[in-house]
């Protein structure tokens, strides 16, 4: 946990000119006071400044080639608790992923901002992942509460143990009413070529079919929802067809299916917009009744002005932190993803 002092003095220049400027994106259609926001954003490599001999942190230091510090530390911060407080200044997130944090300690400092302070509190357990990076869940613990965590590690296929993220299960209680069951991700990369990478991916969707497989044999009105960084597309095999979340029709819909016939995306590539950020829920929770429901017009990307970087011929992109080693002092190279549940 960072002190307000130090936090002050070392971003003071940047920091006050963006909380004289709130950005505060519009209401959602329809939007009325019994509803709630939940999301998840990929933070693109928050890591402390501290040297970790059990993590491979090397280019996150004082001495690295990125020449990682505590003025950039303290700026990334802020510049992503201000993303999660723009989602919706009066109803922040009340349940929201993180990926691509390296402990439970940043994401304290992330909490511990000025945007965020004394609204939210963590879920987290340290992962296998090689790079030293896992997922993690904030919560309003005065609208949210847990009843069941839980963390699904796998191994992934020619590998000796267990080497990527944990999917993490939270399962709880929205005003003491609703019950909820979460699941956020972050997916193999595509590192290697997408074909290459492609059973890693494979292998993550069916450890999460079968646990939603088990929670539908349950209750097959159970209320799922899945998101996070997927490394895929809508359409790819792991998403479309082992997962088997769909357009519109079956137990599981991918509402980031208008956004991609849209062109549009979380993760800029080479030129093209695509979509590796999904919110995906259970057909229950599309259904009118008298708990929570959502439809396809309540999942948005949080794309505001400041968030996107424009190069000299007019292109727009996530305005991201760092291109290699070089240090761009953006926020992300994904945008934020959200969901509006209502009464």
Same mark, same amino acid.
């Given at each position: ?123 987290? %357990? $340290?992962? &296998?992942?090689? *790079?030293? =990076? ?7 613990? /005065? #609208? ?14 020619? %590998? $000796?143990? &267990?080497?990527? *993220?944990? =999917? ?7 005003? /003491? #009413? ?15 070529? $997408? ?15 079968? #646990? ?132």
């Amino acid at each position: 946990m960072f002190s307000k002092n130090i936090l002050l003095i070392v971003v003071v220049s940047s920091v006050l000119l963006s909380f004289n400027a709130i950005e505060k994106r519009e209401l959602l259609p329809g939007k009325k006071s019994k509803s709630f926001i939940v999301g998840f954003y990929n933070v693109e490599n928050l890591f402390d400044t501290i040297d970790d001999p059990h993590k491979n942190d090397n280019q996150f230091l004082p001495d690295s080639k990125k020449k990682w510090n505590s003025e950039r530390y303290y700026k990334k911060l802020n510049d992503l608790s201000r993303v999660i407080y723009t989602i919706d200044s009066t109803n922040l997130p009340v349940v929201f992923g993180l990926s691509e944090v390296e402990n439970k300690a940043v994401v304290e400092d992330l909490i511990h901002t000025d945007y965020l302070k004394d609204k939210y509190e963590i879920i987290h %357990k $340290e992962s &296998p992942d090689g *790079r030293g =990076i896992d997922v993690a869940v904030i919560f309003q613990p /005065k #609208k949210f509460k847990v009843l069941h965590k839980e963390w699904i590690r796998f191994q992934l296929p020619n %590998k $000796e143990r &267990p080497s990527t *993220r944990d =999917i993490v299960y939270v399962q709880g209680l929205i005003m /003491k #009413k609703d019950t909820l069951n979460f699941f956020f991700c972050h997916w193999p990369s595509r590192y290697g070529g $997408e074909e290459k990478s492609r059973p890693y991916r494979a292998k993550a969707a069916k450890m999460l079919k079968a #646990k939603l497989d088990s929670l539908r044999k349950i209750n097959p009105d159970t209320k799922i929802l899945v998101m996070g960084d997927l490394n895929d597309h809508p359409d790819n095999e792991a998403v479309q067809n082992i997962l088997e979340a769909k357009k519109d029709k079956g137990n599981l819909i991918n509402l980031m299916w208008p956004i991609k016939e849209k062109n549009e995306g979380t993760h800029f590539y080479k030129g093209h917009w695509g979509v590796l950020d999904h919110i995906i829920v259970s057909a229950s929770l599309l259904k009118k009744n008298k708990g929570l429901s959502t439809k396809h017009e309540y999942v948005g990307i949080h794309k505001p002005d400041f968030l996107l970087y424009t190069n000299k011929k007019g292109v727009k992109s996530p305005s991201r932190t760092y291109g290699g080693n070089n240090y761009y002092g953006g926020f992300s190279d994904h945008l934020a993803i959200y969901l509006e549940l209502k009464k």
